[in-house]
């Protein structure tokens, strides 16, 4: 999910902040989890960007004009003048911290409390999504000929706990508006409710937290640019994670 931060080149002037007029180049693929916290956070901040989609599974972000700008060569990315920049939670703060609008300062705060309280959210969100994916496994399904652990539930289960710990009374993971951190706490559970069958999402959510988190989901999904992002990719994403497990 992007967590980890980027690391400069030697040559490359990591005080020289971006030119602001330059449009951002938004580079994805909608099937990619953090692809779609980026495109979430460029849309709740409502700023103009490029979007320039990328197909993973035709190697698009493998080609020598886009491993200029990740050499990693995997998405999201954006390039706004002779800035880039890879890792998604990266992405979404520095979109914030570029535009310093009021809504902008709503997603992530400026006041150091309120700013602390998202980035330690952010970093919490790896651990969410590390035990949603030990039973859904995404990864090992996509690309490694595995399948999903239904033995995995109580794993799983504690990233439903550790979110409904963050909620509390709110209705938002780090207060009572949406932030950056919502998007990015928010993708394990569209998974899982995308990669699971009903009867295995009841089992799940009956779990502790099971009810706070469906209530604060519910909000999620209401957002105005939710179904834009999500509709689509996920129907997709759900057709290639089945027809791998019809393989095996």
């Keep these: 999910m992007g967590s980890k931060p980027s690391v400069a080149r030697k040559d490359q002037d990591i005080t020289s902040p971006a030119a602001s007029s330059d449009p951002v180049e938004f580079y994805w693929d909608p099937v990619s989890p953090p692809s779609r916290c980026v495109h979430m956070t460029l849309k709740g901040l409502g700023e103009k960007f490029v979007a320039k989609k990328l197909d ?115 209705r938002f993971v780090a207060g009572n508006n949406v932030t950056i951190a919502d998007y990015f706490v928010a993708t394990p559970f569209i998974l899982y409710d995308l990669l699971t069958e009903e009867g295995v999402q009841r089992r799940f959510y009956k779990h502790d937290g099971g009810d706070t988190v469906t209530a604060w989901m519910e909000r999620v999904r209401a957002l105005p640019y939710y179904d834009e992002i999500h509709k689509d990719a996920n129907e997709k994403l759900g057709g290639l994670y089945r027809s791998r497990l019809e393989q095996f």
Excluded: H, W
């Excluded at 990266?90 to 400026?110: E, G």
């Excluded at 700013?115 to 590390?130: F, G, Y």
């Design 56 to 170: 993973l599974f035709k190697g698009e972000s493998k080609t020598p004009e886009f491993l200029k700008i990740n050499p990693a060569g995997k998405v999201p990315a954006i390039k706004c003048g002779d800035f880039t920049m890879s890792e998604s939670r990266a992405i979404a703060c520095y979109l914030c911290n570029k535009y310093n609008t009021p809504t902008s300062n709503k997603l992530y705060p400026k006041n150091p409390e309120g700013r602390a309280t998202v980035d330690r959210i952010l970093l919490l969100s790896d651990e969410i999504n590390n035990d949603i994916m030990k039973q859904v496994n995404l990864l090992g399904v996509m690309f490694q000929g595995q399948r999903p652990d239904e033995g995995q539930i109580s794993e799983a289960a504690k990233g439903l706990k550790m979110c409904a710990e963050m909620l509390g009374d709110n």
